[in-house]
């Protein structure tokens, strides 16, 4: 722990938002009644690939209340928005089941429902593609063959999963066209690197589709400005990102949608603008205001999931424990629309451990599945799977220990990162230090003791690393008349953040916490932001909220001073007032900030009102790595796997609010455990989604997640707020790489899938 | 669409409606009274977001049509401080942290008024138990299985102290 004599900061705070979200007063975009309202149902494609002939609307529209029915032609779309947006009703080819063909607004939700299910679709079925291999082959049918679309490189490229200087090279095996994207990171020579190698350990791993989970579904409610603009109350992670693919995709200016961020029932990465477009483009045509949200079944079907994914990936390692090459080739399903986490995926592959020679391929391929969006770590827990196996593999044939092991080959400072450039300071070699001292480890030896029986014990380790995302960012900070300090940022409150930003503003400033409040604005008249992902807002906008406030302090001391006739630098801020520095509390030599306010506001004052500015544009990445321990018990006449201990060791950077970077560590593990034991969104043969309810898809609960114990190891970045660094993504990824080499250690059995049900593990054991 | 009159008490406070008979409990509380601390997360009775009590007993309030409620006794998240105070519960989830983006929170809280009214000591796993019926995605539950214990153990002393 960080010794330091700041006031607020490292303080574990709770909640400033709580009290409404504790009384039932928060409002949620679902729970807006606008005058008007039109409620809003979608008809979704009951056909994976198929060429949409018509929409038989007649039944459904003489149900009462029914106000019309949208398909696309009625949508005021321009030509070249963003590709998912622009089939947000399907056009002329359908490519996934599930995908909205039509869209009912009526009166009442009752209403919508009941003419959606009365409308029929009819199609002329094509080629479902939906193996990820053989959709490779240049023989194999197109999962989009009457049509064309381009890439939406912007999306990916803000949840900081770019390729991040990636080669894009011309093929050099023939594909099929499925192929929409691929990849390469090449370092040294491969070959040179397994000739070096004593040991090589190679395995094919398959990683499922996994969806956000989010409770509250994707619900927007737009309304038109009455001007051919439009207001759009989204429960989204951006409102800058949402209103961009909004105007691109009406064809509108920027300036004409104007974005109200409510507060998101969990995001992690799945709303980035899905549903607004339509929803805008349904208030446009109907002249009212539209509610839509997704049901749970709706979501599952519909929405932007985390696509499955096979990672080959062989690593050779000499006697001595250093690892001397890596070759992976990554296959990412990206459905119907591309967007995998392939690039994110391929780095993070090598992302871990210092590869003299590298060579990772990455191919994203084209299937009749839903399209994909972000999710917590876009395409490390995969990664992290696949390569934490192959090194565990890798450790037992070196007869090393496996934390050992990783240690010898972790990378520091300086040396390179899998694209090349160079790793700033990083505290990935403390996380695993202090695990391999930690009691869990230390008992490692006595595992066994009650194992040879029905049930087995096991511990296993898992490492994962996310580079940080980056994004300029603005804030400003004002004293209102009445002394209050309010901090206006364009970012969305995600797990805590506006309160670590209230932190960082009383720290700088040198006022009460109570004092500071936040406030997010809407994407008319916020400063700019990134959207809330890829742990980049403490980072960021925390940064220009230091800014900011640094502005404003330095601002109320030079109006203090000349109340006080003295010198700025003279003063200091302590709780609600200014004073001369050593002078005794009174009246003569402090004056309350309530005060300076005062003078700046209100008819013939003479001082200019106190408004700080802060803007920044962060161009180094501050990576958070972490390191985990999971403890297992495996029935091996079932194949259940429980988990008894886990411990979660994290480079914070600083913890600034101590108790949200827990809670969101613990939170990311159970995320984890639902990578690694239970979550899968299955499609049948027929691309349908057979897990389309949350009966049928596994969300983990309070009764099979252990108690997560956490290690906050805090190694300064050098440009965050008080050094913090990122802290949502790390502790997601290697969740499910401990529980299966934990698994492995306790059965000898290798996990090649996850999520490890156990049917999966049942099988491996039986096959011995 | 056939409409019938129920009659019931909500957060202390008597109700007549006339409700439509496709009329869920959990569309009726959030969409005509305006109640809308009761969310909606999957409308299959798994996530317990729309969790309120019903005559004493926590119920999803998704699985109930409006008319089955007439003549209930029903608490909604709404109705749980009291004159501006609030409830150990609600005071337990925000000292222990045990709400991150707050969509699952007031189901949680209802699920832990209907345990503690049962159970006012319960061991963590009891707690674990108890909140089968509730998913949320922020929190991993820890800290939600702190906030009942606060609760519980705050509660308790309000009774010695009686």
Redesign the interface.
């Known amino acids: 722990m960080v010794v330091s004599d700041q006031r607020v900061i490292g303080r574990?705070m709770?909640?400033a938002?709580?009290?409404?979200?504790?009384?039932?007063?928060?409002?949620?975009a679902?729970?807006l009644?606008l005058a008007g309202l039109l409620h809003a149902r979608p008809v979704l494609s009951t056909h994976a690939h198929a060429r949409l002939v018509g929409v038989q609307s007649e039944a459904a529209r003489a149900v009462p209340g029914v106000v019309t029915i949208l398909t696309a032609a009625d949508l005021p779309f321009a030509q070249g928005g963003p590709p998912r947006a622009a089939e947000s009703l399907a056009r002329e080819e359908i490519v996934y089941a599930g995908q909205p063909v039509a869209l009912v607004l009526a009166e009442s939700?009752?209403a919508a429902a009941e003419a959606a299910a009365l409308v029929e679709v009819q199609y002329e079925d094509l080629p479902v593609v939906l193996d990820l291999v053989a959709a490779m082959d240049p023989g194999s049918p197109l999962a989009r063959s009457l049509t064309k679309m381009g890439e939406d490189a912007a999306e990916a490229a803000m949840h900081g999963v770019g390729g991040g200087g990636a080669a894009e090279e011309a093929p050099q095996e023939k594909l099929s066209a499925n192929v929409s994207g691929q990849t390469h990171l090449e370092m040294g020579d491969v070959a040179t690197g397994f000739a070096a190698a004593d040991v090589v350990a190679e395995g094919t791993y398959d990683t499922a589709w996994v969806h956000?989970?989010?409770?509250?579904?994707q619900t927007c409610v737009a309304a038109p400005d009455g001007m051919g603009g439009v207001t759009i109350h989204a429960s989204t992670q951006g409102l800058f990102r949402t209103r961009q693919v909004v105007a691109q995709t009406l064809g509108l200016a920027q300036e004409q949608v104007r974005v109200v961020a409510m507060?998101?029932?969990?995001?992690?990465g799945g709303k980035f603008g899905l549903i607004e477009p339509l929803t805008a483009a349904a208030a446009l045509v109907a002249r009212r205001p539209v509610r839509l949200g997704f049901?749970?079944?709706e979501d599952l079907l519909a929405a932007n999931p985390t696509p499955a994914g096979r990672l080959e990936v062989k690593i050779g390692a000499r006697r001595d424990g250093k690892v001397t090459a890596i070759q992976a080739r990554l296959i990412f399903d990206t459905g119907a629309y591309p967007n995998s986490p392939m690039a994110g995926a391929a780095f993070a592959v090598a992302g871990c451990y210092h590869f003299p020679n590298l060579d990772i391929k990455g191919f994203e391929v084209m299937t009749n599945r839903l399209g994909p969006g972000a999710y917590r770590a876009p395409g490390n827990p995969q990664a992290s799977f696949a390569v934490e196996s192959v090194m565990d593999d890798l450790a037992g044939r070196l007869e090393l220990d496996p934390i050992a092991f990783r240690l010898l080959n972790v990378p520091s400072e300086g040396d390179p990162r899998p694209d090349g450039k160079a790793w700033p300071i990083i505290g990935l070699k403390d996380c695993l230090e202090r695990l391999s001292v930690h009691p869990l480890w230390q008992r490692r030896a006595a595992r066994g003791a009650t194992n040879g029986g029905r049930f087995r014990e096991g511990i296993g380790v898992g490492v994962g690393g996310w580079r940080g995302g980056l994004e300029p960012a603005a804030a400003l900070c004002h004293v209102d008349p009445s002394g209050i300090v309010n901090v206006v940022v364009g970012a969305v409150d995600?797990?805590?953040t506006f309160t670590t930003f209230r932190m960082i503003a009383a720290e700088t400033l040198g006022v009460d916490y109570e004092l500071v409040r936040v406030v997010g604005s809407d994407s008319t008249n916020a400063p700019y932001s990134g959207g809330s992902g890829g742990s980049k807002i403490v980072y960021t906008v925390g940064q220009a909220v230091q800014r900011a406030a640094t502005d404003a302090r330095e601002q109320i001391l030079e109006l203090a001073g000349q109340i006080l006739e003295a010198a700025p630098q003279d003063l200091e801020i302590a709780g609600d007032r200014v004073r001369v520095k050593g002078m005794p509390a009174e009246s003569d030599y402090e004056v309350t900030i309530a005060k300076i306010a005062s003078l700046t506001s209100g008819f013939g004052a003479k001082h200019a009102p106190i408004a700080g500015r802060g803007t920044g544009a962060q161009t180094a990445n501050a990576p958070g790595f972490s390191a985990h321990l999971a403890r297992v018990r495996v029935d091996l006449d079932t194949g259940e796997v429980t988990l008894l201990d886990y411990v979660a060791s994290q480079d914070v950077g600083r913890a600034l609010n101590p108790?949200?970077v827990?809670?969101?560590i613990?939170?990311?593990?159970?995320?984890g455990i639902g990578w690694g034991l239970y979550e899968q969104l299955v499609h049948d043969e027929n691309g349908q989604v057979v897990t389309g309810?949350?009966?049928d898809y596994a969300?983990p609960?309070?009764?099979v997640?252990p108690?997560?114990e956490t290690v906050l190891v805090e190694v300064p970045s050098p440009d965050g707020p008080f050094g913090a660094r990122g802290v949502g993504e790390p502790p997601v990824i290697p969740v499910a790489a401990a529980i299966a080499n934990a698994i492995h250690d306790a059965t000898g059995v290798r996990p090649g899938a996850i999520p490890i049900t156990p049917e999966r593990l049942w099988k491996q054991i039986a096959a011995g | 669409?056939a409409t019938h009159p129920i009659s019931l008490t909500i957060n202390g406070k008597g109700q007549q409606s006339s409700v439509?008979s496709?009329?869920l409990l959990v569309?009726y509380l959030?969409?005509e009274l305006?109640?809308?601390?009761?969310?909606?997360?999957?409308?299959?009775s798994?996530?317990g977001?729309c969790t309120i009590m019903l005559n004493g007993s926590a119920v999803k309030s998704c699985t109930l049509f409006a008319v089955q409620a007439d003549g209930a006794e029903i608490m909604?998240?709404?109705g749980?401080?009291k004159d501006g105070e609030?409830h150990p519960i609600?005071e337990g989830?925000?000292?222990e942290?045990g709400?991150?983006?707050?969509?699952?929170?007031?189901g949680m809280?209802m699920s832990t008024y209907d345990l503690l009214q049962k159970n006012p000591n319960p061991d963590?796993h009891e707690?674990?138990?108890a909140?089968?019926g509730?998913?949320?995605?922020?929190?991993?539950?820890?800290?939600?299985?702190k906030s009942i214990q606060y609760a519980a153990n705050k509660m308790q002393g309000a009774t010695v102290a009686d």
């Open positions: 574990p709770p909640r938002d709580a009290p409404a979200k504790l009384n039932g007063q928060e409002r949620f679902g729970d009644a939700e009752g956000q989970g989010y409770i509250e579904t507060p998101v029932g969990g995001g992690f049901t749970r079944g995600l797990s805590g108790a949200a827990e809670g969101q613990i939170g990311a593990v159970v995320q309810s949350l009966m969300l609960r309070a009764e997640v108690h997560v | 669409m439509e496709r009329r569309h959030r969409d305006g109640l809308t601390g009761t969310h909606i997360g999957c409308e299959t798994q996530c977001a909604t998240i709404e749980l401080a609030m609600q989830f925000w000292e942290h709400l991150q983006c707050g969509f699952c929170t007031p809280i963590e707690i674990r138990h909140l089968h509730n998913l949320c995605r922020c929190t991993g539950y820890q800290h939600i299985v």
